[in-house]
């Protein structure tokens, strides 16, 4: 176990080696990193600060695809900073295909999807309940073009905490970390747009130029968008809708 944390100790400080990007890191961004499952490059965190300080109101901040939920609590923790009270709500259907992954040999993990599914849930659940307990974010446990749906009809929906949650309203940021495919981030970026508010921001993961994954290759849509501007890319693309 102690060179498990020496390992990633050593990949992450490599990481924040790395030229290119503002990096913000503290003590308690790094702690949540490293007890947390889940790969979060360093540059979103600026995207996060920036955005969160810079939010036109109290209106909820999204986050499409959460996983252990790194990167909720992470939100969670700069809301606090800014002394915003503005809810977190998830979406993520924690849904990960066994047969889709390339192993090393051909004995299968023992676990199945349903059991990885709540095992990956449990964690998300642990790690709010650590992290964020002051301002508990909420997680529907849908996909992202369901969960906009329920939001565009106002429902009220209960999260994996069986809490009650209205989906209602406008967003004052959205962090879109989902189905990565360029059909489904264009998707994301449209559902987005119809709740988000003038002068509300919109986070894409993993959009840096370099990224192979074809979200990146929708940034270049984004761009001629006149909707919308380039705040910030560090080295992910955050947008700020301007009309």
């Not at 102690?2 to 790395?18: D, H, T």
């Not at 490293?34 to 209106?59: E, K, M, Q, T, V």
């Not at 329920?150 to 009650?164: A, F, Y």
């Not at 370099?210 to 984004?222: G, P, Q, S, V, W």
């Amino acid at each position: 176990m102690k060179y498990i944390y020496w390992l990633l100790g050593r990949i992450r400080n490599f990481i924040l080696s790395l030229p290119g990007y503002k990096n913000i890191s503290d003590f308690n961004t790094n702690l949540m990193s490293i007890s947390i499952p889940g790969f979060l490059h360093p540059g979103n965190l600026y995207c996060f600060d920036y955005a969160i300080n810079n939010l036109p109101s109290d209106s909820p901040v999204v986050e499409i695809g959460s996983f252990s939920g790194l990167s909720t609590n992470i939100i969670s923790y700069y809301l606090r900073l800014h002394n915003r009270a503005n809810k977190v709500i998830c979406a993520d259907p924690w849904n990960i295909p066994l047969e889709s992954g390339v192993s090393r040999c051909d004995n299968p993990l023992v676990i199945s999807e349903k059991q990885l599914r709540n095992f990956i849930k449990s964690n998300f659940i642990k790690s709010i309940n650590g992290f964020s307990k002051n301002n508990l974010p909420y997680l529907v446990e849908s996909y992202s073009n369901d969960f906009f749906e329920s939001w565009k009809k106002g429902q009220t929906v209960k999260d994996v905490l069986k809490r009650k949650v209205e989906l209602t309203g406008k967003i004052s940021f959205c962090y879109i970390d989902g189905d990565h495919s360029y059909k489904q981030t264009k998707e994301d970026f449209k559902n987005v747009n119809k709740l988000l508010e003038v002068g509300g921001f919109i986070l894409f993961d993993d959009s840096a130029p370099y990224e192979t994954h074809e979200c990146a290759r929708f940034m270049k849509d984004i761009l001629k968008d006149k909707r919308y501007k380039l705040v910030v890319k560090n080295p992910n693309y955050l947008f700020q809708k301007i009309t």
